[in-house]
């Protein structure tokens, strides 16, 4: 009902855009976003965007160099990835909830497969 695509390797400073196209019930969304983990590391928080009021959430990690998106009637969710660093490399997931209104992971039902990010030279 999610599914990702868009990951890949790239250099220091490069960019990649990340692609989640919504079905299904996960077309109800209340709050969409991306979430990433790293080996070894605990899943983060990276961006959410809410269906119907507020701005967008960033990690400070990121701010000023990933915008999250959306078009096609709210059922294709992006992330644009600039500058891109070697501490991004992780598996990008797009996760997606009915219920909840904040970009925490444990609090999302729907989440994709995963794509994998590599940033390094």
């Known amino acids: 009902q999610l599914v990702e695509s868009g990951g890949g390797l790239v250099q220091p400073g490069g960019s990649l855009r990340l692609s989640c196209a919504t079905s299904?019930?996960?077309?109800?969304?209340?709050?969409i976003g991306w979430f990433r983990q790293a080996p070894g590391k605990e899943r983060e928080a990276v961006s959410c965007?809410?269906?119907?009021?507020?701005?967008?959430y960033y990690a400070d990690s990121v701010k000023g160099r990933f915008t999250i998106s959306r078009e096609n009637g709210q059922n294709m969710v992006y992330l644009q990835m600039d500058s891109l660093k070697p501490e991004d490399t992780a598996v990008y997931y797009c996760?997606?909830?009915?219920?909840?209104?904040?970009?925490?992971?444990?609090?999302?039902?729907?989440w994709g497969q995963g794509t994998q990010v590599a940033v390094s030279s």
């Open positions: 299904g019930f996960t077309r109800d969304y209340k709050i």
């Open positions: 965007i809410s269906r119907s009021y507020g701005g967008p």
């Open positions: 996760a997606a909830s009915r219920l909840t209104s904040r970009c925490m992971s444990s609090l999302y039902e729907y």
